[in-house]
């Protein structure tokens, strides 16, 4: 970052502005919400389109590619521009592009609309923590953290439940139209509560070439990836291509900028433990409904109320969490909630088939709990450890973290699980490799405990 950029803002000295953390939680719930909400419709949408599998596929990757393209970018964009302009912009377009997705006309329209929605997504994950740390007081940002960590997710967890109420009572466009009251009310928030201070301009010409080489990357390991899973293994030697623009972003003037960040004490601990814990929820709730409709056979709207277990718990234990980050500590808090997520997926492991709905249940409930009493206060600690004038880039790199373990983790499961011939060894050997995804979030958690207390700096040091 050039030394020429213009000086942080004072801390804040204003009152606890909860009404515009819970703003900043339901844009994070908006736009987790549509990265599985439209899984559910795509039955319906390829039917009335004519669409074929692999066309549907995009209007998946059309959402994700720009969040792990733009995310990073959008973090170093806006920690030099005003917080309420870039909500107001982001959320709108969020919504505007939600309306032309229901409105579409044929599935390139829909790709199309799909693609601005994770483009303003990559926005809204990366501002909210910088929005959440500045609405209150630095002894109130675990509560803060927790209420975002609690909310936000909730969105990717109930979107297909929710999804499939909209499509059968009023139709698939509906689980786009839905974006329309939400995005409404963060911007009636953002209007009311944040400062009108900065403007928007467009990034730099740098900026907008990192973009194009982080895009290129997930473009390729992502389709990668999906080919692979479709049309068989060979397909997965197009990740490969991925590397030469990933490299070339790490020795941009972004990546140079990310890697200080990370380097920084205190910093790239909670980073770590994101990603692993991450990995290992996504294996979770990737492998958990094939374990109770083939093996303890049964049905579907079971399976959805045996897995809510897992939501409802974090739902409960956040709060708890974010008291108890502000009140103690929030990395002791993070330690004890990663440890209880551990000892969770440990006593999953057996998946036994003699087990019943409740032997399943309190196990993804000790997950959830653990989950919930984890996220929030380690977001804590990444902020707090990072200078405040980092925020936005912080909230970017950490949403990244979240993002790529959600995403490797149903890929970890699959490799394990097609390995033993998609039998029964092959999901506990997939729930044993969440084990350890998540012992290592706990040791690198622990680890940063010893950490050197971070050094105060300025822009002149990016």
């Known amino acids: 970052m050039s030394s020429r950029a213009a000086a942080p803002p004072a801390a804040p000295t204003h009152d606890n502005r ?92 829909l790709v199309g609309a799909r693609v601005v929605q994770g483009c303003c997504a990559a926005v809204l994950f990366a501002l909210g923590p910088a929005i959440a740390a500045a609405a209150v007081r630095p002894e109130a940002r675990g509560r803060a953290f927790s209420l975002v960590a609690t909310v936000g997710p909730l969105g990717g967890v109930t979107g297909p439940a929710l999804g499939g109420l909209l499509v059968d009572g009023l139709g698939w466009p509906w689980t786009f139209y839905i974006n329309l009251p939400v995005g409404l009310a963060v911007i009636g928030i953002g209007l009311a509560q944040l400062p009108a201070e900065g403007v928007l301009r467009w990034p730099e010409r740098g900026l907008i070439a990192e973009a194009a080489l982080l895009s290129v990357a997930a473009l390729t390991l992502l389709g990668g990836m999906s080919l692979g899973a479709s049309r068989g293994v060979g397909w997965l030697l197009l990740t490969v291509v991925a590397i030469p623009p990933a490299c070339a972003w790490q020795r941009s003037t972004g990546g140079r900028h990310v890697r200080r960040l990370l380097q920084l004490p205190g910093v790239w601990h909670p980073h770590a433990a994101l990603l692993t814990q991450a990995t290992s929820a996504g294996v979770v709730v990737f492998l958990i409904p094939f374990y109770l409709q083939g093996t303890l056979d049964l049905s579907a709207t079971t399976t959805g109320l045996t897995i809510l277990a897992f939501p409802l718990a974090a739902l409960l234990f956040g709060p708890a969490g974010g008291v108890l980050a502000d009140c103690w500590s929030a990395r002791g808090t993070a330690l004890i909630g990663v440890s209880l997520f551990a000892l969770g997926i440990v006593a999953t492991v057996p998946l036994s088939p003699a087990w019943t709905v409740a032997d399943l249940a309190w196990r993804l409930a000790l997950i959830g709990a653990g989950a919930g009493l984890f996220s929030g ?32 983790g149903p890929a970890l499961a699959t490799t394990a699980w097609a390995v033993a011939g998609y039998s029964t060894f092959g999901m506990r050997t997939a729930m044993a490799v969440a084990t350890g995804a998540g012992c290592i979030a706990l040791l690198t958690l622990a680890r940063g405990a010893w950490s050197p207390r971070p050094a105060k700096l300025t822009h002149a040091h990016f």
């Open 18 to 109: 909860w009404w515009l953390v819970v703003a900043v939680g339901l844009a994070v719930f908006m736009a987790m919400l549509d990265m599985t909400i439209v899984g559910i419709a795509l039955p319906n949408i390829g039917a009335e389109f004519g669409a074929s599998p692999d066309a549907l596929a995009w209007a998946l990757l059309g959402y994700l590619l720009p969040l792990v393209g733009l995310t990073l970018p959008a973090g170093r964009w806006l920690d030099r521009v005003g917080k309420r302009s870039a909500l107001v912009a982001s959320t709108g377009g969020f919504v505007l592009a939600s309306v032309a997705a229901g409105l579409s006309p044929n599935i390139g329209w």
């Open 377 to 408: 206060p380690n977001q804590a600690v990444a902020m707090s450890a990072a200078p405040r004038m980092l925020h936005a880039t912080t909230g970017a790199t950490t949403s990244l973290a979240r993002q790529l373990g959600f995403s490797l």
